[in-house]
């Protein structure tokens, strides 16, 4: 098992974890790392706050190219796959293939871009490119309009503020950060952002790019700049075209193991079932990436068996405001606010997530207690005052 050739596809912090992952467990095989970008792997999370303030994109690099050369780690950049050959057990590319005894899909997911009149006139904000982009066009507007209220637009919105740009979040949902916050979350940063300044719009779809603009909920809203943030789709066509099983992603087993023995999934790209309900579920979150890494690696060095069962945690910073979730909740799962605002979640009688806003004792609290496999009712939370500290104890 340790000369097993082993490639991953996706040089994101996933791919790259499992690489790390692999030599710190002692894999001696040879290892290549494919990405379709021509940078050496970078964070992600910067791209829509730190780095438009500061531009400095040395301090996104996860690791020099001497780290490859070191770790005899064969790097890829700027190489597209074209294809999986799981017959010939080989990665195709435009100018090749690349053999495999395990192969790693780390695909991650790109914007979804809607199919409405003038949207190729909307700027990106997914990759390192395009947020220098952003950054340029930002430098020559006074003015920008945001289609999507999740994190990412969010974040930029509160980004965009701080540089005193008049701007418009259009949201076609009903709520801001719908799949992924409770209702009560939603109003607490709806109230922030428009306490900034930010217009926003609920339940008013983006129909069209203009010239001068966007067509929202049926209004022309005049903006320089337009940024397109309305969600990701995950890069499983590959997967799919190989005959693997996919599901909103590349599904999984609990192992992270596809429907092919000899190719894992990781990251954004792969569907899994849930430790804590079994429900598949696909997670768009680094710490789910580099967690889902380092047990794939595990599980190919040391035959480790264990199903994935690292608690869920995301993280969102818009302007002044740290938003962090502990574990996962589903968007029709009821919630419970604490008089701090912390929001409880639960998916039916039991806690799946908790969210807090700059309260960083209560998340580590509420990871401590997902860690022990604890799962408690309402009413022994109702019991409790719903502290997590005195559950703990």
């Known amino acids: ?140 507007a006074k003015s920008v309009a945001i289609i999507g209220g999740g994190f990412i637009g969010l974040e930029f919105a509160a980004v965009a503020r701080g540089f005193g740009l008049t701007v418009i979040v259009a949201e076609a949902g009903p709520r801001l950060m719908g799949r992924v916050v409770s209702p009560a979350m939603s109003d607490r940063f709806l109230a922030m952002h428009r306490e900034m300044g930010t217009r926003v719009m609920l339940g008013a779809p983006v129909t069209e790019v203009t010239d001068d603009g966007i067509l929202a909920g049926g209004e022309a809203v005049p903006a320089d700049l337009v940024v397109l943030a309305a969600g990701v789709r995950p890069n499983s066509e590959l997967a799919q075209q190989a005959g693997l099983e996919t599901d909103n992603g590349v599904r999984t087993d609990a192992q992270l193991l596809t429907s092919d023995p000899a190719i894992s999934a990781l990251g954004d790209c792969a569907a899994f079932p849930d430790p804590a309900t079994g429900r598949l579920v696909r997670l768009e979150s680094v710490q789910a990436a580099t967690d889902h890494a380092r047990l794939i690696a595990r599980r190919l060095t040391k035959g480790m068996t264990g199903p994935y069962a690292a608690v869920p945690w995301f993280w969102s910073d818009q302007g002044s405001s740290k938003l962090q979730i502990a574990g996962f909740a589903a968007t029709d799962d009821l919630s419970v606010t604490r008089a701090d605002g912390a929001v409880l979640r639960f998916a039916g009688d039991h806690l799946s997530a908790i969210e807090t806003v700059n309260d960083p004792r209560t998340h580590m609290q509420a990871r401590k207690l997902f860690a022990k496999g604890a799962r408690p009712t309402r009413d022994i939370l109702r019991a409790h005052d719903y502290e997590i500290a005195s559950i703990l104890r």
Do not use: C, W
């Open 1 to 140: 098992m340790s000369m097993q050739r082993i490639v991953i596809v996706g040089a994101g912090q996933g791919g790259l974890q499992a690489a790390v992952s692999l030599r710190q467990e002692g894999h001696n095989g040879p290892i290549t790392l494919i990405g379709s970008e021509t940078h050496l792997p970078y964070q992600r999370p910067p791209l829509s706050k730190a780095y438009l303030k500061t531009g400095e994109a040395e301090s996104l690099r996860l690791r020099p190219q001497s780290y490859f050369d070191d770790q005899d780690i064969t790097l890829m950049l700027g190489t597209s796959v074209t294809r999986i050959d799981t017959a010939a057990r080989q990665v195709v590319h435009a100018a090749g293939s690349v053999p495999y005894d395990h192969l790693i899909l780390a695909t991650g997911t790109r914007n979804l871009r809607p199919g409405f009149p003038g949207v190729e006139r909307a700027l990106d904000l997914r990759t390192l490119d395009d947020a220098l982009a952003l950054r340029q066009a930002m430098a020559n």
